[in-house]
């Protein structure tokens, strides 16, 4: 009886222990099936059609294929295309054979044709990216044989610099027969020519299903599975408790010793990475539509502290949308000098303690500290400032709509100075992606020839000239670059980050 009382006892206090400290049942991270990849919030749509934030993107490039991608080291790959050439303003993408939908139906030449129809379409956020092709023509590199692999022709107006790094990855593969019949419901039934399907999606999580029929990429794991946690500290914990398989760029930098302290247990990768950190104006706003209240604003600005202490100095300070390692990035560019006592003096000139202006954020918890700090900033310069934090849908389509006076936001994945074109044509203000209406005709000569020089250096020294004038007129108030951070938990394997920051290294781990 003493023995029976014993093993009872200690099963009670093993039960104990186990919900203290959740050892009574496995983590999710060490199902050997499942990677589980830690993300801070759900994406707006997965629909690559609609798809213009960071998650969206990243997480549809893995359900969909494009001809070409760009890889972790920058340069550009071939995705479903096998090979390509350039001749006489035509590109020719071969595409690999075998390629198939997720429901088995094979790629067809209407498919292809569909999938540029739907990007050049006016209502497309993307088409005044493609706005260089002419025509797009699809045909059997075997005209007599069905069966060859299809070639993709795609005829120029005028030579694109920027088409295979920055239009072409984004332009994805997508299912004809199938979108005209579920029409809006595809959005929740997606389905592409990529590794992974769609197996469910929520608030809290996106599960990705691997498919082995692929003809080329094939996961070693059965699913992907994408934890929204909202929450910075929680996040992090349940990295550190291991529920959490790989945390790219999702970890407070305040925390990320606590990772680099178990060698044993986590892989910290600190690489170079391609956003930048900034805050947007509203330049349809009265006030900020001066730019001697820019200025202020700017030198009202301590960088280096914010680096220092609140970035734990994983940042460096910002001039312009691309990042030092850019071969077209502008080093001479300076901000203009921390100068708190001139921005008073500016803000009481022009008489902005009168006017409250506001300063929006998401709620994300690091981008809310973040904010916290510039708001202290400029009020302690003589800024009547309100800080504002909202849930990451409602800030963005406050953004989206023009709905703000100052913003802070990040670009992220930025590789080929037309995103300056994107960012800042006037062609581009609201719905189009130039959020702060930024107007300047001149430069937008500039940025209209930019996408026809062929030559390198002559293209480099053009965008030289394009970043002076936009910094100059202090159209965004730059403020960082980020240092990327992964951390990557010791039971995956074969993880290389990618620089753009997107997800399709996943693609190619293993798990213990």
Same mark, same amino acid.
């Given at each position: 009886?003493?023995?029976?009382?014993?093993?009872?006892q200690?099963?009670?206090?093993?039960?104990?222990?186990?919900?203290?400290f959740?050892?009574?049942?496995?983590?999710?991270?060490?199902?050997?099936?499942?990677?589980?990849?830690?993300?801070?919030?759900?994406?707006?749509?997965?629909?690559?059609?609609?798809?213009?934030?960071?998650?969206?993107?990243?997480?549809?490039?893995?359900?969909?294929?494009?001809?070409?991608r760009?890889?972790?080291?920058?340069k550009?790959v071939?995705?479903?295309?096998?090979?390509?050439?350039?001749?006489?303003?035509?590109? &020719?993408? /071969? !595409?690999?054979?075998?390629?198939? *939908?997720?429901?088995? #139906?094979?790629?067809?030449? @209407?498919?292809? %044709?569909? $999938?540029?129809?739907?990007?050049?379409?006016?209502?497309?956020?993307?088409?005044?990216?493609?706005?260089?092709i002419?025509?797009?023509?699809?045909?059997?590199l075997?005209?007599?044989d069905?069966?060859?692999?299809?070639?993709?022709?795609?005829?120029?107006?005028?030579?694109?610099?920027?088409?295979?790094?920055?239009?072409?990855?984004?332009?994805?593969?997508?299912?004809?027969?199938?979108?005209?019949?579920?029409?809006?419901?595809? &959005?929740r /039934? !997606?389905?592409?020519?990529?590794p *992974?399907?769609?197996? #469910?999606?929520?608030?809290? @999580?996106?599960? %990705?299903? $691997?498919?082995?029929?692929?003809?080329?990429l094939?996961?070693?794991?059965?699913?992907?599975?994408?934890?929204?946690?909202?929450?910075?500290?929680?996040?992090?914990?349940?990295?550190l408790?291991?529920?959490?398989?790989?945390?790219?760029?999702?970890?407070?930098?305040?925390?990320?010793?606590d990772f680099?302290?178990?060698?044993?247990?986590?892989?910290?990768?600190?690489?170079?990475?391609?956003?930048?950190?900034?805050?947007?104006?509203?330049?349809r706003?009265?006030?900020?539509?001066?730019?001697e209240?820019?200025?202020?604003?700017?030198?009202?600005?301590?960088?280096?502290?914010i680096?220092q202490?609140?970035?734990?100095g994983?940042?460096?300070?910002?001039?312009?949308?691309?990042t030092?390692?850019?071969?077209?990035?502008a080093?001479?560019?300076?901000?203009?000098?921390?100068?708190?006592?001139?921005?008073?003096?500016?803000?009481?000139?022009?008489?902005?303690?009168?006017h409250?202006?506001?300063?929006?954020?998401?709620?994300?918890?690091?981008?809310?500290?973040n904010?916290?700090?510039?708001?202290?900033?400029?009020?302690?310069?003589?800024?009547?400032?309100?800080?504002?934090?909202f849930?990451?849908?409602?800030?963005?389509?406050?953004?989206?709509?023009?709905?703000?006076?100052?913003?802070?936001?990040?670009?992220?994945?930025?590789?080929?100075?037309?995103?300056?074109?994107?960012?800042?044509h006037?062609?581009?203000r609201?719905?189009?992606?130039?959020?702060?209406?930024?107007?300047?005709?001149?430069?937008?000569?500039?940025?209209?020839?930019g996408?026809?020089?062929?030559?390198?250096?002559?293209?480099?020294?053009?965008?030289?000239?394009?970043?002076?004038?936009?910094?100059?007129?202090?159209?965004?108030?730059?403020?960082?670059?980020?240092?990327?951070?992964a951390?990557?938990?010791?039971?995956?394997?074969?993880?290389?980050?990618?620089?753009?920051?997107?997800?399709?290294?996943?693609?190619?781990?293993?798990?213990?």
């Open positions: 009886m003493r023995r029976i009382a014993k093993s009872f200690s099963l009670v206090l093993g039960l104990v222990l186990g919900l203290m959740g050892a009574c049942t496995p983590r999710e991270g060490q199902d050997p099936n499942s990677l589980i990849v830690a993300i801070g919030a759900e994406p707006n749509t997965l629909d690559p059609r609609f798809a213009t934030d960071a998650y969206g993107m990243r997480i549809s490039a893995l359900l969909f294929s494009s001809l070409v760009i890889d972790s080291d920058l550009v071939g995705d479903a295309a096998e090979s390509w050439s350039f001749k006489d303003l035509v590109y &020719s993408f /071969q !595409l690999r054979p075998g390629l198939t *939908f997720a429901n088995g #139906r094979p790629l067809k030449k @209407e498919d292809i %044709l569909f $999938s540029f129809e739907q990007y050049r379409a006016p209502s497309s956020p993307f088409a005044s990216s493609l706005e260089a002419e025509k797009v023509r699809v045909d059997h075997n005209s007599e069905p069966s060859s692999p299809l070639v993709v022709h795609i005829h120029l107006k005028e030579f694109s610099a920027k088409l295979l790094t920055a239009d072409l990855p984004v332009v994805r593969l997508l299912p004809r027969a199938e979108i005209l019949k579920e029409g809006s419901q595809f &959005s /039934q !997606l389905m592409g020519t990529g *992974f399907v769609l197996d #469910r999606q929520s608030s809290n @999580e996106i599960v %990705l299903r $691997s498919r082995q029929d692929h003809p080329y094939n996961p070693s794991y059965e699913r992907l599975v994408f934890k929204i946690i909202r929450d910075d500290f929680t996040r992090f914990q349940r990295t408790k291991g529920e959490v398989d790989i945390a790219q760029a999702e970890i407070p930098l305040a925390r990320v010793n680099v302290q178990r060698p044993e247990r986590f892989e910290v990768h600190k690489y170079p990475g391609l956003s930048m950190s900034y805050i947007l104006v509203n330049l706003d009265p006030l900020l539509g001066k730019a209240v820019r200025k202020a604003i700017a030198q009202a600005l301590n960088r280096g502290e680096i202490y609140r970035l734990e994983l940042a460096s300070e910002a001039t312009s949308l691309l030092p390692g850019n071969p077209f990035f080093s001479e560019l300076r901000n203009p000098p921390f100068n708190p006592s001139q921005a008073r003096e500016a803000f009481e000139r022009l008489g902005l303690q009168s409250e202006l506001t300063l929006k954020t998401s709620n994300n918890q690091a981008a809310v500290g904010a916290r700090v510039l708001a202290q900033q400029l009020t302690e310069a003589g800024l009547n400032l309100r800080l504002q934090s849930e990451w849908g409602t800030f963005y389509g406050d953004v989206v709509k023009g709905q703000f006076q100052l913003a802070l936001m990040r670009w992220v994945g930025v590789l080929d100075p037309d995103i300056y074109r994107l960012a800042f006037s062609s581009e609201p719905p189009g992606r130039n959020r702060g209406s930024y107007e300047n005709p001149k430069l937008d000569q500039l940025l209209e020839k996408l026809s020089i062929e030559d390198l250096e002559q293209r480099i020294s053009h965008y030289y000239k394009v970043q002076r004038i936009v910094h100059e007129d202090l159209a965004i108030i730059p403020l960082w670059y980020d240092q990327q951070v951390v990557v938990n010791r039971r995956v394997q074969n993880f290389k980050p990618a620089q753009t920051g997107d997800y399709f290294p996943f693609v190619f781990v293993s798990k213990n």
